[in-house]
């Protein structure tokens, strides 16, 4: 899809950057701001996606097609992507800070090893908390914007369908980790291809899981 129109796709993956940076230094609130914006301008990836799968051209503008369609859901599902980031690290932090707390309780000594153990512990729950989030926001934007789905509806759905096809998950989960550090090497100038590739694999991702089907399906038959 990349390779159709580089040129497009480079500006667009810009344009993808820039904004989510610019949300970003709002003082105080920049970080919330930029992960409730980050599902309304994929939905815009994707439907830019969804043009070059079908042979159309490539719209920059197609970048904000989040905003023009559906936007309260889009709007919604980043806000439910914040509530689980927070709920991840709460979590995570409520289980090492107590760790820390009942060796400082007992002794210098223990308080050492449950020190460890609990950031060991908090890091293996956040890992797995976090990768249960990313399971229900892969195919959430696609099933609003392609299946017009409810945000909840949509994650769930989405969380589902990585459970059943739990090991190809992985496997692309673990690619794309490696190809996102080598994106940032030559002064991170790899977004700009990195940024489609990415929009392209849920695309094609959501079509082969949901795309031929014209109504989603029971949550457990996926």
């Known amino acids: 899809m990349f390779l159709r129109d580089p ?25 919330a701001i930029s992960l409730v914006g980050l599902p309304v301008l994929s939905a815009g990836l994707l439907t830019v996606a969804d043009d070059t799968a079908a042979g159309r051209p490539v ?53 050492a090893g449950l020190t460890v153990g609990g950031v060991m512990l908090a890091s293996i729950v956040f890992m797995a908390l976090w990768l249960g989030l990313m399971m229900a926001l892969w195919y959430a934007p696609a099933l609003i914007v392609f299946h017009q789905a409810e945000p909840l509806a949509a994650l769930r759905h989405s969380a589902m369908a990585c459970l059943r096809n739990l090991p190809a998950f992985f496997v692309l989960a673990l690619c794309l980790y490696v190809l996102a550090w080598l994106a940032l090497l030559p002064a991170g100038l790899g977004m700009l291809v990195l940024v489609p590739v990415v929009a392209g694999a849920q695309h094609a991702a959501w079509r082969d899981t949901f795309g031929e089907r014209p109504e989603l399906p029971p949550a457990g038959s996926l």
């Open 59 to 111: 719209r920059i503008d197609g970048l904000f097609d989040g905003l023009r369609r559906n936007a309260g859901q889009h709007v919604m599902l980043g806000i439910c992507y914040l509530v689980g980031g927070l709920l991840t690290a709460f979590v995570a932090a409520a289980i090492g800070s107590s760790a820390a707390l009942t060796g400082a309780l007992i002794g210098p000594l223990a308080a």
């Open 7 to 31: 040129a497009r796709w480079a500006i667009i993956a810009l344009l993808f950057v820039l904004i989510l940076a610019a949300l970003g230094l709002v003082p105080l609130v920049g970080w």
